[in-house]
C-alpha cells in the first residue's frame, strides 16, 4: 500500500524566491538588488531623515579646503580565503574602489573586525596581514580599527567592517546625474571572475582551471581616466553585487535616461561563462571586485579607453554601450541575432555572502 502523505507545517515552507511583503529579513536583502533597494528606500533612509537621491557608492562632503568622499562597508565572504585573495585584501579593495567611484583618491581606511570565539589566531594573523600588504600596496594607511569578540555560533568566523575617506581633486564632478543621452558606456575588464571563484571555492566544484578573483584597487587608473578625460568622465560605477546589470540599472534609473548595451561586445571570459552555465547563473548579474563602469562623453571616450588600457588592472577594458534618450530607466540588451531584450536586476540574492 502506499504511505500516506506527510502532513508538512507552513511554518516550514520555504520559497524559492523571498516574497516582498516579508516582515524580516531574507539573504535577498543583501544581494544589490530590487530587495536591496527597497530596503534602503522604505526603512534606512526614512529612518535616519534622509531623502532619495542620486545613489552613490560614497558620500562627498565639502569641508574647509575643498571636498572629501566617505564611505563604509562590510565584509562577510564565504569561504574567507580563495582564489586571488582573502577577505582581508578584499574589504581594503572594496573600500578604495567605492571612493574611486566619486572620483576620490583614497588617504584612509579603518578596520573593525568581529569575531567568532574559537577562530584560530592562525587564520586572524593571515587575513590581517594580507590588509596591511594590500593598503600599503595601494598607498593608503589603516589608521584606526576596533575588535569585537562574540560566542561560539553568534558570528561566521570573521566578519570585517572599513571606512574610507578620500580626496576630491578641484574640478572633479562625477554622479549619476551628470549622465547624458549619448554618452558610451565603458567597463575596465573581464566579468564575472569574482563570483566564480567564490563559488568554486565555496561549491568544490573543478571547472577544469583555477578562476581567480579580479579582487584589486582601481583609484589609480580612476585618476589616469581623470587626467585622459576630466570633465567628460560623468559617472563611475564598481559592479559588485548585483555585476554589471545592477550598475547601469542604477544608473539609468538615477539618471532617467535609457541605455543599451552591446551584449557581444562585453568582455566575459570563457571559463566564466561556461560555469554559469552549469550554475545556472547570469554572469552579467555575477559580483566583480576590481572592475569599474564608467560613462563618458563620446567625444573623449577613445582618449579615456586608452588611458584605462594603460594600467594592467584596465588592460581589457572595452565600449560595451551607449546612452539614449528613449525608455528612460530602462536596459535593453541588443543580441548578436540582431535581436533586443530588455535587462532587469534580480529580486534578491544570485550569490550570497560574495563580499
Excluded at 567564490?198 to 579580479?214: H, L, N, P, W
Excluded at 584589486?216 to 570633465?231: E, F, I, N, S, T
Excluded at 547563473?281 to 594603460?310: C, I, T, W, Y
Aim: aromatic share 4%.
Amino acid at each position: 500500500m502506499p504511505e500516506p502523505p506527510v502532513a508538512i507545517d507552513p511554518a516550514d515552507w520555504v520559497c524559492p524566491l523571498p516574497l516582498r511583503e516579508t516582515k524580516r529579513i531574507v539573504l535577498g536583502h543583501g544581494g544589490g538588488g530590487v530587495l536591496s533597494e527597497e530596503l534602503i528606500e522604505n526603512l534606512f533612509l526614512p529612518a535616519f531623515g534622509g531623502a532619495a537621491g542620486p545613489a552613490r557608492d560614497s558620500a562627498l562632503l565639502d569641508v574647509a579646503g575643498g571636498r572629501v568622499a566617505l564611505t563604509t562597508d562590510s565584509y562577510v565572504v564565504q569561504p574567507l580565503f580563495f582564489p586571488g585573495g582573502n577577505i582581508g585584501d578584499l574589504a581594503v579593495n572594496g573600500t578604495i574602489n567605492d571612493l574611486a567611484c566619486s572620483g576620490a583618491q583614497p588617504v584612509a581606511l579603518t578596520a573593525g573586525f568581529i569575531l567568532e570565539e574559537g577562530l584560530e589566531l592562525e587564520v586572524l594573523g593571515a587575513v590581517a596581514e594580507t590588509m596591511g600588504k594590500a593598503a600599503a600596496n595601494a598607498g593608503v594607511g589603516i589608521v584606526t580599527g576596533d575588535t569585537k569578540v562574540v560566542a561560539k555560533g553568534g558570528a561566521d568566523q570573521l566578519f570585517v567592517n572599513t571606512a574610507g575617506v578620500g580626496v576630491v581633486p578641484a574640478g572633479v564632478h562625477i554622479g549619476p546625474e551628470r549622465v547624458r543621452p549619448g554618452d558610451h558606456i565603458l567597463v575596465s575588464g573581464n566579468l564575472g571572475e569574482h563570483g566564480v571563484a567564490i563559488m568554486s571555492v565555496r561549491e568544490g566544484i573543478d571547472f577544469g582551471t583555477v578562476v581567480t578573483s579580479d579582487s584589486a584597487p582601481l583609484h589609480r587608473m580612476v585618476a589616469a581616466m581623470l587626467d585622459a578625460g576630466g570633465a567628460a568622465v560623468h559617472a563611475l560605477r564598481d559592479p559588485t553585487r548585483g555585476g554589471l546589470v545592477a550598475s547601469v540599472v542604477e544608473i539609468a534609473r538615477a539618471a532617467t535616461v535609457g541605455i543599451e548595451l552591446e551584449i557581444a561586445k562585453i568582455p566575459v571570459p570563457e571559463t566564466v561563462s561556461s560555469a554559469c552555465s552549469f550554475l545556472g547563473l547570469d554572469p552579467l548579474q555575477v559580483a566583480n571586485e576590481g572592475k569599474m563602469v564608467a560613462f563618458v562623453d563620446p567625444l573623449h571616450s577613445e582618449a579615456v579607453l586608452d588611458a584605462m588600457r594603460s594600467r594592467p588592472e584596465g588592460a581589457d577594458a572595452a565600449v560595451i554601450g551607449r546612452v539614449v534618450a528613449e525608455h528612460p530607466g530602462m536596459v535593453v540588451g541588443k543580441t548578436p541575432f540582431g535581436t533586443t531584450q530588455v535587462i532587469e536586476r534580480q529580486l534578491g540574492e544570485q550569490l550570497p555572502r560574495i563580499c
